[in-house]
């Protein structure tokens, strides 16, 4: 009999015929074996009460839906949970199974085995790294090794899995570009606005990778991994990345840069190449004041006057501390200044609520009032010059509004930061010898003649430490105050400010890499294990940002990610499967992809059935 089905079995015993119910199933084997549901008795017993009993209870067995066998089996079965790692799968990853196959990786990955003369399977592999980097992130080794956590069967080697970085870094620009066509309409790609920011992750490693020369001296590969400025301040060397994401916060393309190059040059080529290859047209790029060089406001915008229009736009944060002297008098000039009470989308009056004092400074209450944007702009005739032959010799006149508004929030936060960083410099400069390049962070701008021993760190002796008093007032003067400029002149400053806010979407994608998909430290260290370890991260956050956009934006990442990762099935007995978890999360994901998550037993052939093997 096949598994799942119950039947009448005839045995002997006593040299009398015995009646009992069975049913089969598949071990982990997949061999087909019996177990006893129901024993009924002697068939000599038995005719006393039934005219037939074989016939009779042939037919019941018949009946038998498949709800009622289980009920049968799970009356029978010791349902103790067992306390044994290897009995739990995770079943969670159904939902990233869909969006996986449908973003068409399957099929791209099964074209591209019919021609590699390999034995295994490309998707498997892949299809492996990203559910392991988006529910067990842990190193390549760590992540076969736990492969048996998944009901997917992954029949390839560990060697077969290294020897694919090779294939998987090579297809990188085809699989991005598979998933822009799979997504673009499905998930109503917005390109209007692209965000883009740059990243750096560490290695565990303490020297740099050589470039690789030909015979002439000349560079012809860049060693990927360089000592740079980490955005965590270590002295290890780095790779950096540069991401650009669509309106919605979705990834569209990223790029991979030595640790030692400048960020300033990589997002002109990114944007540049992403256009080409998914055909966006006009895209407006926002992006920080990082960004923000004479070089790329021409190459985004060109000169941007009433004929020269029909370039890309931009969206820059800009440094008013770092602007020139007439962009400074204007940012502080107050008599030029709107104020604007801001209302949100229902047409709610926004307010914060506000210490209340007596007149002897006494905290007495709260009170409401409402959120004021202060704000001021104007479109300017701005003269850059940039590079030309290596050399900066070509100036342009380009057009663009510039944006100033106050926000009491942040010249608080600027004036804790301040004060806090002062303090240190204080202390520092009573006690250097506390102190060493590392530990010493963040204080160092405040003070002058301090210079670091470059073997120890340690703070050079024989100078004469003093705080930069005209510095710190320079910056008082500026608290609050923030700038953002623009090639769309026609934009309001609410409109300019709402889509530059936008930057905390490419943020946290950065942070769901570093946390939740545990990016760093890479623990690879070929150019090609390097490229596959950012792809399948890539991957990993799209799935991440659809799922978010399918469950429109109701739950944190975290809590998703969680979720998924706790709906396990613990094999109890035989091929049969507890569930024990459910949440909002797994509730709503039912509805989204129309699958029934919500019962506390299935068969292993039901599980199969569910996650389509």
Request: aromatic share 14%.
């Amino acid at each position: 009999q096949g598994s799942g089905n119950m039947f009448l079995k005839q045995s002997k015993s006593h040299n009398k015929i015995y009646l009992s119910f069975v049913q089969g199933y598949r071990d982990e084997s997949g061999k087909i074996k019996h177990k006893t549901i129901k024993k009924l008795g002697f068939l000599d017993d038995l005719k006393k009460e039934y005219e037939d009993p074989i016939s009779h209870f042939k037919k019941i067995a018949k009946q038998k839906s498949d709800d009622e066998i289980r009920e049968y089996t799970i009356k029978n079965l010791n349902t103790k949970l067992i306390d044994n790692v290897d009995s739990r799968k995770n079943l969670g990853y159904v939902i990233l199974k869909y969006i996986y196959n449908e973003l068409n990786i399957p099929s791209f990955f099964k074209d591209k085995n019919k021609k590699l003369k390999v034995e295994y399977s490309l998707n498997d592999i892949f299809k492996l790294l990203v559910f392991s980097r988006i529910l067990y992130p842990n190193s390549k080794l760590a992540t076969y090794n736990n492969k048996n956590i998944f009901f997917d069967t992954f029949e390839f080697s560990k060697d077969d899995m290294y020897h694919s970085f090779d294939y998987f870094s090579s297809y990188k620009d085809e699989l991005l570009t598979l998933l822009w066509n799979s997504t673009k309409e499905k998930y109503n790609r917005d390109t209007s606005i692209s965000y883009y920011d740059t990243t750096n992750y560490y290695f565990e490693i303490s020297y740099n990778d050589e470039d690789e020369l030909n015979d002439k001296g000349e560079v012809i590969k860049k060693g990927q991994r360089k000592k740079g400025p980490s955005k965590e301040h270590r002295k290890t060397p780095i790779i950096q990345m540069g991401l650009l994401m669509d309106k919605n916060a979705i990834p569209m393309y990223y790029d991979l840069f030595p640790g030692n190059e400048s960020e300033k040059l990589q997002m002109r080529p990114t944007l540049k190449k992403t256009k080409a290859k998914f055909g966006i047209e006009r895209t407006i790029i926002v992006a920080d004041r990082g960004q923000n060089t004479s070089d790329n406001t021409v190459f985004i915008a060109g000169k941007n006057d009433d004929v020269h229009n029909n370039h890309d736009g931009y969206v820059y944060g800009q440094s008013i501390l770092g602007a020139d002297k007439e962009f400074k008098t204007w940012a502080l000039k107050q008599d030029d200044f709107i104020y604007d009470k801001i209302y949100d989308e229902q047409g709610n009056l926004v307010t914060y609520s506000d210490v209340k004092k007596d007149k002897d400074g006494k905290i007495i209450g709260y009170e409401d009032k409402p959120v004021i944007f202060k704000h001021k702009s104007r479109v300017y005739a701005k003269k850059v010059q940039i590079k030309k032959d290596g050399k900066r010799n070509v100036t342009y006149r380009i057009y663009q509004k510039q944006m100033i508004y106050y926000s009491k929030k942040y010249a608080d936060r600027q004036k804790h930061l301040r004060e806090v960083a002062v303090e240190k410099a204080k202390d520092l400069i009573k006690n250097p010898g506390k102190y060493t390049q590392a530990t010493s962070y963040g204080c160092t701008k405040y003070i002058d003649n301090i210079y670091f021993d470059n073997e120890t760190g340690e703070v050079k002796e024989g100078f004469d430490l003093s705080l930069k008093i005209e510095k710190i007032k320079e910056e008082e003067k500026y608290d609050g105050y923030y700038s953002i400029v623009t090639s769309e002149k026609n934009l309001s400053d609410k409109e300019l400010r709402d889509i530059y806010k936008g930057l905390w979407k490419i943020e946290e994608s950065f942070k769901i890499t570093k946390s939740e998909l545990e990016t760093r430290p890479v623990f690879v260290w070929t150019d090609e294990s390097i490229e596959t370890h950012f792809l399948s991260c890539f991957v990993s956050l799209l799935i991440i940002r659809l799922l978010e956009q399918r469950l429109d934006y109701k739950y944190s990442n975290h809590y998703v990610i969680e979720s998924l990762r706790n709906y396990e099935s613990t094999n109890i007995e035989h091929d049969i499967y507890l569930q024990n978890f459910r949440n909002d999360v797994i509730k709503d994901l039912e509805s989204i992809f129309n699958v029934d998550l919500s019962r506390k037993y299935l068969t292993l052939s039901e599980i199969k059935k569910i996650l389509n093997l």
